[in-house]
């Protein structure tokens, strides 16, 4: 089963950057489409980002698109999320997921906070 431990939060200005990282241990990364989530204070679970097992396909959420790029690096086992003119709304614990070919993001990791300050 795979482990997942996500990485490059922080404390940024808006309009400024961070990546975040997902590493992968226990199993292949490329056995699986990986997605990225986000939670803010007091609100749901979002969907903000997914990729393909071969890294070409990627889907966005409106809110981040054209601002976010997802990316892959099957031979390091990791995944990246390159977040450019963050905004204050941006701020959110940001997890990364698997999914093994069920369809579904079964393995979470724990999460890394990302606070945006207006």
């Known amino acids: 089963q795979v482990q997942l431990v996500e990485s490059g939060g922080g404390l940024v200005q808006a309009g400024g950057s961070l990546k975040l990282a997902c590493a992968a241990s226990?199993?292949?990364?490329?056995?699986?489409?990986m997605g990225w989530f986000r939670q803010a204070p007091g609100q749901a679970r979002e969907f903000v980002a997914s990729?393909?097992?071969?890294?070409?396909?990627?889907v966005y959420a409106d809110s981040v698109k054209g601002r976010f790029t997802a990316s892959r690096d099957n031979a390091k086992n990791t995944m990246y999320l390159q977040m450019n003119s963050l905004k204050y709304e941006d701020t959110a614990v940001y997890y990364c997921?698997?999914?093994?070919?069920?369809?579904?993001?079964?393995?979470w990791g724990q999460g890394t906070q990302v606070t945006v300050s207006s």
């Open positions: 990729i393909g097992w071969s890294g070409i396909k990627t």
């Open positions: 226990g199993d292949t990364l490329s056995n699986y489409r």
């Open positions: 997921a698997g999914d093994k070919g069920s369809g579904l993001f079964d393995y």
